[in-house]
């Protein structure tokens, strides 16, 4: 009987237990990385975990006491807002709202808004918008945007608390005049209701001569009457003349005669008469759309040598009849000479000149290109037997015999564009190509191609490995990876499964690795590591090591592998890196001890003492892995999975690993 109730009791003991376990479990539940008890009344969150709004709100729908939520730098598009708040009443939110204007984002407790660089032409958006925007104090729009004065008012109509800092135009008499004038010249103007122009003027801040045309001008009793009411504004009557139907005041410095009456047949007489009465007068234009003769403007010049006369000119180059204000010339295929040098002289406004297939020496070319440095040739320039287009961005010359460096030299002085010259197997040394490279640096980025045992890579790649499938192989020596020096851009570095014994090129020239795999080697000094202060992944298992000390200062160190270094007893350079979450030490004469102080340290981390084989229990399963081994078959990028830790001097762990 007794052992009857004795076994009561236990079974009951046991179910409540598991009663209270399911419990505990199923109020755990996990939101962004972060395990938090359903009753949770608070939730602080950073903003960078957070993918949607509606992402966020199936989350939250999982902590039904919620009573507060920081959303950090997470912004919520400003309609939606009402709408977060409406879906959880009872929920105290902090967050940024934000509002596009014209394609640009502003957060809406702004006071000062800044639409530099957008062109505004109406202001129903902006209108529309502005409501979201209580603090605003201030908009400020490009200095080169103006709006018709009709829309400007509808703004400070509609905010008159608002500053709105932009230039407004107005129409007086047919004339259209920027708000920020200081003068309105009417002199070519038909005038007309006198309360116009007094309706008007207070719409002109900086204005302080308002001039009518001697022909065409109010009654002077209006005159003064408008003037006693603007008594800062000086009012002035000029002297007008006819030119070829274009009323000009006669204290004009410059006269636009695109709108002109012109007798095709005689255009110099009646100008050159008309422009006698203007003694201030530098510059006429005729316009775009008229053409005069070689002739016609060598006649007005004579007559009027200090003014500049802006006039088309049809010029005859190598059988082709062509407008002087051109920006563009396509010569490809003509015979050039010598005459050439003078012809571009015609052209002011020439930008690009086109010669394909023209036979030029580049001796000449250079020549061109140093008298006529504001235009971009288009030529042919042969370069070690290969013919290149000038404007080339990029020029690939791998394979070809290069004897003579100058000869590069001078060639890319034809080339405006260039940014990538590839001189892979060129027949240069390393070192000559090393001190090319460093000529053109900023401007011109320089690669070849370096051989290292067995294999090779290009001086710009950014992930390199062996990628031992086969251990047949002739392994490198510390002599053979020298060339890495001139691998700069190097981020990621497998040299595994060789016979290095020094890697201080690494330390000395690779200071921005990330991953670097030296397994299997002979490498007993770490010391050219400390200089790599953004490594993320090491594997140096199966080396020599005994001395740990410079990986102290690898503070971003995420993956590390150091298995199978029988010299290794003294973890303490391990204890202060912030970023571990994976270490592995198969094989390594290190105590339980000393392990149980690495686990207690970083009790979020994946630490594995024992194993076989050094990768073994999910090494080379991790996503990390993964994409490392993309990154060194593409060779030219460096996956987020390692970026995201660059510059992190804290954990980004939020839960143990599994």
Known sequence: MKKRIIAGILAAVILTAAVIIINVSTSQIEIYGQRMDTSARRLILSGDEIGSLEELKENLKKLPRLRYADLGSFRVYAPSADELRAAFPDVTFRFTTYMDVYGKDFDTDITSMDLSGIEVTETAELL????????????????????????????????PAIAFNVVSTRVIYGTEFRD???????????????????????????????????????????????????????????????????????????????????????????????????????????????????????????????????????????????????????????????????????????????????????????????????????????????????????????????????????????????????????????????????????????????????????????????????????????????VLKYCTDLRALDIGHQAVTDISVIGDYLPELRILILADNRVSDLTPLSKLKHLHYLEFFVNRVSDLSPLAECRELVDLNISYNYRISDITPLLDLPLLERLWLESCPISDEKVDILRERYPNSKIIKYGKGSVDQGWRSHPRYRAMIEMYHKKNFISELFSRYDGKTESLLTEPLR
């Open 128 to 159: 529309e918008r502005l409501r979201y925007f209580p603090a605003l104090a201030s908009i400020t729009f490009d200095s080169n945007n103006t709006l018709p004065g009709a829309e400007k008012d509808k703004l400070t109509d509609a905010h």
């Open 180 to 482: 920020d004038a200081a003068e309105l010249d009417f002199s070519a103007a038909t005038v007309g209701d006198p309360e116009e122009l007094n309706e008007m003027l207070r719409f002109f801040p900086a204005l302080k001569t308002v001039t009518f045309g001697d022909k065409n001008v109010l009654p002077s009793e209006v005159l003064d009457e408008i003037s006693g009411e603007y008594s800062d504004i000086k009012f002035n009557v000029v002297t007008t003349y006819d030119v070829c139907g274009v009323t000009v005041r006669e204290d004009a410095r410059e006269i636009d005669l695109t709108n002109a009456l012109f007798d095709d047949d005689n255009i110099t007489e009646p100008l050159i008469d008309a422009l006698k009465h203007f003694p201030l007068l530098t510059r006429v234009s005729l316009g775009k759309d008229r053409i005069v003769t070689l002739d016609e403007r060598k006649e007005l010049c004579e007559a009027y040598p200090d003014i500049e006369f802006n006039a088309v000119v049809m010029r005859e180059i190598y059988g082709m009849s062509v407008r002087d204000d051109i920006t563009s010339l396509d010569l490809s295929g003509i015979k050039t000479d010598d005459e050439l040098y003078g012809m571009l002289l015609w052209f002011p406004s020439l930008t690009s000149v086109t010669m394909n297939n023209v036979r030029m020496t580049q001796y000449k070319q250079l020549e061109l290109s140093r008298l006529f440095p504001e235009i971009k040739f288009d030529f042919d320039v042969i370069i070690a037997g290969k013919k290149l287009d000038s404007l080339s961005e990029k020029i690939d010359l791998s394979g070809r015999e290069i004897t003579d460096l100058n000869e590069i030299r001078r060639a890319i002085q034809l080339f405006p564009n260039l940014n990538y010259l590839d001189m892979s197997d060129c027949g240069i040394s390393n070192e000559e190509m090393a001190e090319f490279r460093s000529e053109y640096e900023g401007s011109v980025k320089i690669v070849w191609r370096l051989h290292m045992g067995q294999w090779s890579l290009k001086t710009d790649a950014v992930a390199f490995s062996v990628l031992i499938y086969n251990y047949e192989h002739t392994r490198l020596t510390s002599a053979d990876i020298q």
